[in-house]
């Protein structure tokens, strides 16, 4: 995995830990069985959708980082 974290991961860490703030989680999966994930901040409502690969890096960046912000694991 690479160090930098993807712009997408990037924008939904520094809106949440902006404000010290877990997203909402939910998984959607569309009838071909592409899933994404949709990060929503429980504050201003704003909703980021992540591909696989960017949630397990954000949700792997949530638990190791030692900050209070992030995704908890569904
Ligand atoms: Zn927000």
Do not use: N
Request: glycine share 8%; hydrophobic share 35%.
């Amino acid at each position: 995995m690479a160090l930098s974290a993807s712009p997408t991961v990037e924008r939904v860490r520094d809106h949440l830990c902006a404000k010290g703030l877990f997203g909402d989680v939910a998984e959607l999966c569309e009838m071909r069985g592409d899933c994404v994930f949709v990060v929503t901040c429980p504050e201003c409502g704003h909703a980021f959708t992540l591909d696989e690969d960017d949630y397990d890096e954000l949700l792997h960046w949530s638990r190791t980082s030692g900050q209070s912000c992030g995704i908890a694991q569904a």
